[in-house]
């Protein structure tokens, strides 16, 4: 890979952070001394007394900035000056359902590659840059977006546009990190499936069962075959194919001037070439007309386990969908919800009762189709069918004789909390912000989810319900290793 050796924008030392490590090669600059690189003013250090009191009422809006480059990347800034940090997080729209059939696992191997060098940074040095300046660092791949970021002082917030930049523009693809790379996904599927008891439940196991496309239905974490049959050529098409500007989100949250964000963003980012984004790929399978019904053994397993999966309303369709996770915490968040309350407190037929939307357990990351999804973890001596029959009696039950609106109000309030907490750090607002935007061009729903979730009605909730039946579903049902 050529290398275009651009110059890596000095940080701005900070009283009290910690040292860098040994051989940093990020420049030590005096404190109270502005620096240049590459023409670009740097800021001055930014010490914890002097930031900024927040003007921001408790419980009001974040403010939400938006600009976009003309080679395509959306830009979402969100100032924050109440402490001198940063986050920066970049979404790129492809994920586990983008994977070609033959290369399971490839988007989950490619956000791998991306850590190994980049246009202007040898191996590992994009670490070495922000743990240097007091910072962290990591990536994760979805169903729907693979997404990388960083969390720094805010005086390293060009170093952080820098980086993210570097490897948008050209990544260090070769033989030999490739090699290394697929073994260390191996060794993570290893980890995380393969040896760990209910490693791949239900979120590998389920979708075979409730899906029949290859997209919605394979292991996003990839076969050990499909892995090792990668080649460079694959990986090179795969970035040039999903990782272009036009293809991202770039969202910064927290203390910095929005102004001079995009002036960075336009410097760092502005020279990639605009390549034509993916055409947005639609998903969606044909309803299921009857019950479908799995078996897998697990041969870490303590004791038995069943889950449940029902496809819900498209996700995109924020008025018809939001109901669904009303609904998933109706049943099974806290000690008053539905399925816990049945079967934890009164039947004491199950361990644990879990319940929510996406496979991964996030509602508002994933696009059409998503499924509701129950999981029951139980004594070997309960029935599977006696717990199935049981969530159905208790499905019918709220269908038929309706909901209380201060049961609503109650989960309601909870999940707007816990949202709010999910939140308040600048990672959380950037992330969030980052996938809103990116999924639906609504960054500002950020702001706009309680008062949309506080919108749902009893009716909508019991009107969700009736739409679980037993003739659209999947049932899972895991036994241990061994079990008749």
Known sequence: MARCDRAVPDVPWVSGRPGRPAGSPIAHTPAGRRTSVRGVPQRAPVHPSRAKASTRPAGSSYAVERGRLKNGLRVVVLPDRTSPVVAVAVYYDVGMRSEPEGRTGFAHLFEHLMFQGSASLAKSEHFTYVQGSGGILNGSTHVDYTNYYEVLPSNATELALFLEADRMRSVALTQENLENQVAVVQNEI??????????????????????????????????????????LGDAQSFFDRYYAPGNAVLAVSGDVDPTQVMTWVEEQFGDIPGREPEAGTSFAEPPLTEQRWGVVEDRLAPAP?????????????????LPYVVLAEVLTDGDAARLQDRLLLKDRSATSVGGYLGVMGDPLDARDPTPLLLEVHHAPEVPVQKLVDTIDEELDRLATDGLDAAEVARTVVRMNARYLRDIDPVLGRATHAAVFEQQR????????????????????????????????????????????
Not at 194 to 217: A, E, K
Not at 305 to 321: C, G, I, K, N
Not at 457 to 462: C, G, I, Y
């Open 190 to 231: 290893r980890v995380n499936v393969q040896n760990r008891p209910y490693g791949g439940f239900p979120w590998i196991t389920m979708p075979p069962v409730l899906y029949d496309t290859f997209p919605n239905s394979h292991d996003g974490y990839g076969s050990f075959v499909d892995l090792e049959a990668a080649t």
């Open 305 to 321: 386990a069943v889950a449940m999966a029902w496809r819900t309303a498209d996700p995109a369709d924020l008025p018809s969908y």
């Open 441 to 484: 061009g609504r960054a500002e729903l950020l702001n706009d989810l309680p008062g949309l979730l506080a919108e749902v009605t009893p009716d909508q909730v019991v009107s969700a319900a009736a739409t679980l039946r037993t003739d659209n579903r999947a049932v899972l049902e895991l036994r241990p290793a061994g079990d008749a």
